[in-house]
Structures are given as C-alpha cells and as structure tokens.
C-alpha cells in the first residue's frame, strides 16, 4: 500500500537552530513528492517539486532533497515566521494527478 | 498567481441538513479535489474531477457527492449532515504534471 510517513510530528527550535524534517515513503513509481508549508487556518501553500533521487531545491531557508525512500526538508537559521506545519505528498504513477499525503510536521521557532 | 476561491471560510450548519460547499478556480485546470482535514489524521481526499461533468471518487467519498457543470467550479455536497462530518474541508486545483493549489479552506461545524 502506498504510504506516506513524516517524522517529528512536531519540532521546538531556538531561533538560528537548524534541523531536517523527514519525509519517507512506500510507492512503486514516483511521478514526484511535493513539500507544503500551512499556516493556521490556511491552506496547503505549495513550496517545491522533487522528481528524482538526487534532486535538490532551496528556496530562502528551506532546502528540499530526494533519495529513493525518503526526502529531508533542511531548515537553515529558522527564524519565528518559518513556524508551521509542513506537509510532504507523493504522486504515484497514476494520471489523475491524485496525492498521498503524510501527516505532516508542526514546527515552532522560537525567538 | 493561482487563485482557489471556497465560498465560505466558518459554516455552521444543522444534522440533517443538505450543505453545499464551493470552489472556483481561475487557471483554467483541468484537475480539480476535494480534501478533508482533521487533527492526526491528515488530508484524506474525498472526491476528483478530471474534466467537466467527470468525477472519481477518492478514498472517504461515503455521505458526500459532487458536482462539476463548469471547468473552473468544483461543489462537495453532503447530502445529509451529520457530526462527523465536522471537519476543515480544502478544495485544491492542477493542470497536468504542475502542483496542486488549494484554497484557505472552509471549517464546516454540524451540530
């Protein structure tokens, strides 16, 4: 069965704390695993695409990388507005464009 | 930008009651999904649509139903309300092989 598992479920940093956020899954045939960020209240913002073992994407303080099984969300010198949860979702190798998604990661920074 | 628009962001609603939830897309997306969220549990979808007048249902489709007459709106109906159907509810669009965008949601209480 296709699955998705993140690990923390939640995660304190001092501000200027840097940590990774774990993504692993179980799906034959990966079409791509896309990171969300969701803030309180909000919807899922998207913020990358990984589609193949190796691949790396950053944006500000977030870099994104994929291996086989799992992807890291790296966190460099989190600052208080980079709290809040982030969802990882793995496309299978259907054309409907359908995700599987983990349960997610809560992080709060702290000043 | 993409823009997802649901109609409502808090509904109260009564047991019984027929409610309609709606979601309108401005990308001309051929995709579009409705989701549920609730705490340790996750996005979980609900229904699919792929094209106009065409529907799939995802993987919690019992007490609920959908409607896709025009390309950019997508309507989740709950054909009976009931309390555990209280939850936050995400309408999300694509187009082929790019990101899903969602909406800010709509937290739905039935009392």
């Known amino acids: 069965e296709d699955q998705v598992t993140q690990s923390p479920e939640a995660l304190r940093l001092q501000e200027g704390e840097s940590s990774s956020l774990n993504c692993s899954y179980t799906?034959?045939?990966?079409?791509?695993l896309f990171w969300y960020r969701q803030d309180p209240g909000k919807g899922p913002e998207f913020l990358f695409t990984?589609?193949?073992a190796g691949e790396e994407k950053e944006k500000e303080r977030l870099k994104a990388t994929l291996t086989k099984k799992e992807s890291f969300l790296h966190i460099t010198a989190p600052k208080p507005e980079d709290s809040a949860t982030y969802l990882c979702?793995?496309?299978?190798?259907?054309?409907?464009?359908?995700?599987?998604f983990g349960q997610g990661t809560t992080l709060q920074v702290k000043p | 930008d993409v823009k997802v628009t649901q109609s409502s962001r808090y509904l109260v609603k009564r047991t019984g009651e027929k409610v309609f939830l709606e979601c309108v897309q401005d990308m001309d997306h051929e995709n579009m999904f409705w989701y549920r969220q609730d705490p340790g549990l996750g996005l979980r979808l609900i229904y699919f649509?792929?094209?106009?007048?065409?529907?799939e249902k995802g993987d919690i489709p019992e007490g609920y139903s959908v409607s896709r007459e025009k390309k950019e709106r997508f309507s989740l109906i709950l054909e009976s309300a009931s309390t555990n159907q209280t939850s936050m509810y995400l309408c999300a669009s694509m187009s082929s092989n790019q990101p899903q965008h969602f909406g800010d949601g709509t937290r739905l209480s039935i009392l």
């Open positions: 979702a793995v496309q299978p190798p259907s054309n409907t464009g359908k995700l599987i």
């Open positions: 649509s792929y094209d106009v007048k065409m529907k």
């Open positions: 799906v034959s045939g990966l079409r791509g």
């Open positions: 990984l589609y193949s």
